[in-house]
């Protein structure tokens, strides 16, 4: 009760800097669009091989959107699944099977379960069976309300790559469903045709890449990542067509990383790109908020649990709310902690990252100065340290005891 006591003024206090800011609802009523992009790192936008560009579609969006080109995942056991949780609850994805598989029946306080109580319809779409990560149970709880996935009877399934159904044909269903649908509303799509082994139907080979491209991890990958742009682009073509653009907070960011450690050779030698941890943990984050026409790049130290913050701040979702993240049009400080288990306890700030130990101890940890990108004095990373080990133990005690709500809902 005690412990309670103490986190729900943490959340409460916090929550008093969104409540207070210029921009807080300033979107009030828009819908909401967000894409988990499958495997969508960072180093493939903007990037230009032999005149072709990689993302063309992704590079315009941000010509007129709000980019955070520093943002890092969160995953834990859960993989994808833990993504959409991260992103959508603002928690550290403490949990033995990830969240969906071990917690599918906690109480939350998530992005779609907040919007319900405001009126919107908040359904969630991915073109893979509907029990893959637990996501059928999960969702009730999560509050997506339909859930559109490979089975569904307003899906059609004619059209497979990979895994399951094809980005191109889930983006274009969504938007003819888009047309019916109460608004507002929010969708939230998980793609899924950027999935190793990245291989594509040569009709879907666009890319005309260097003969030292052909057969390799790196080649398929790209090939990929420029098949996902293009059905993004058609996307958002169409939902400018129906006049939805306007009316709709469009979010977009990766879910993890595609190529592995076992790549990074192969990535060096082909691109030229240090496929470090810090690399391979860096995804996009795109916002585009309606009517916007300029591009804002933001270069802060940002995270998956970011995002339901920065998108209750646009809306105006009445709180208090738990959230360990923070709206990034707030953010001062840059800040991206990690929880599972090989990495826990390691963080990314604009200043410092502190990399930690094996052996769990603060001390046998490395804390590195990103300005000179030189090892600094290991008290330099203490009270950040600190900070996210708390965080992380209050993440882990809210799912564990099913508090999430309790907790921001007791007297
Ligand atoms: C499966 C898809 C992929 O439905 O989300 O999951 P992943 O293998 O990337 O965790």
């Known amino acids: 009760k005690e412990q309670l006591g103490k986190l729900k003024k943490k959340f409460e206090s916090k929550f008093e800097t969104p409540a207070e800011s210029a921009i807080f609802g300033k979107y009030k009523g828009k819908n909401i669009i967000v894409v988990q992009a499958e495997s969508l790192n960072a180093f493939p936008i903007g990037m230009n091989i032999n005149g072709q560009e990689i993302t063309p579609n992704i590079d315009s969006l941000i010509e007129s959107s709000s980019y955070y080109p520093n943002t890092y995942l969160q995953i834990g056991r859960g993989n994808t699944s833990d993504a959409e949780f991260v992103a959508n609850n603002s ?6 099977k990830g969240v969906y598989q071990t917690y599918p029946d906690n109480k939350y306080l998530s992005l779609p379960v907040a919007l319900n109580k405001m009126g919107y ?3 969630a779409t991915h073109g893979n069976s509907a ?3 637990n996501r059928q149970e999960a969702y009730r709880e999560q509050g997506y309300d339909p859930f559109y996935h490979i089975n569904h009877p ?13 980005d191109e044909s889930i983006f274009n269903q969504m938007a003819d469903l888009y047309k019916e649908m109460e608004k507002p509303f929010y969708n939230f799509i998980v793609t899924l045709s950027v999935h190793r082994p990245f291989e594509l139907p040569i009709e879907q080979l666009y890319l005309d890449l260097p003969a030292e491209f052909k057969d390799t991890p790196t080649g398929n990958y790209l090939q990929s990542v420029h098949y996902f742009d293009r059905a993004l682009g058609s996307f958002i073509e169409e939902l400018k067509e129906e ?3 306007d009316e709709t907070i469009f979010v977009m960011y990766g879910d993890h990383y595609g190529l592995v450690p076992k790549n990074e050779a192969e990535i060096k030698k ?9 690399e391979r943990f860096r995804i996009p984050l795109i916002i585009h908020h309606p009517d916007q026409e300029k591009s804002q790049v933001n270069t802060i130290t940002a995270s998956q649990m970011d995002i339901y913050p920065t998108i209750s701040t646009l809306l105006g979702i009445d709180g208090p709310l738990v959230q360990f993240g923070e709206s990034l049009d707030l953010k001062k400080e840059g800040f991206a902690g990690f929880a599972y288990e090989t990495t826990r306890f390691t963080y ?29 004095d290991i008290e330099a990373c203490r009270s950040v340290y600190n900070k996210l080990t708390n965080d992380i133990q209050d993440s882990k005690f809210l ?3 099913n508090m999430v709500r309790k907790v921001i809902e007791m007297k």
């Open 243 to 245: 006049n939805l653009w």
């Open 399 to 401: 799912l564990e005891n």
């Open 348 to 376: 990314f700030t604009d200043d410092y990252d502190y990399i930690a130990s094996h052996d769990g101890r603060f001390e046998s940890g490395t804390c590195m100065n990103n300005r000179t990108g030189k090892k600094a």
């Open 131 to 133: 029990d893959f990560w």
């Open 270 to 278: 082909l691109l030229g790109v240090t496929f470090d941890e810090k």
């Open 91 to 96: 928690m550290y994805p403490i949990a033995a």
């Open 121 to 123: 319809s908040t359904s």
């Open 154 to 166: 307003e899906i059609d399934r004619s059209n497979i790559i990979g895994m399951g159904i094809s």
